[in-house]
């Protein structure tokens, strides 16, 4: 299982970036809120969906699933 968490501040485009525990890019404690801990991505990025509707994942360490979501991002626009 890896714990996820989700940047409070939006990126330039608007969506919020998911991040897994052991990033490096993975915001400070102050500013990022704890999304739970998942034994896939995909799991954890539904979840991160109901926290914030527009949620990006981190192409560092969300790296098997960001291909797909940018796929995903771009049928539902
Ligand atoms: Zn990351």
Redesign the pocket.
Known sequence: MTHYFVDKTPLPGGAYEL??EQ?Q??PSRSHRIYVGSFSDERAAIMRAEKIFHNVHV?P???IHFHRAARAHDAMIR
């Open positions: 991040h897994q990033c890019y993975i981190c560092h360490c969300c």
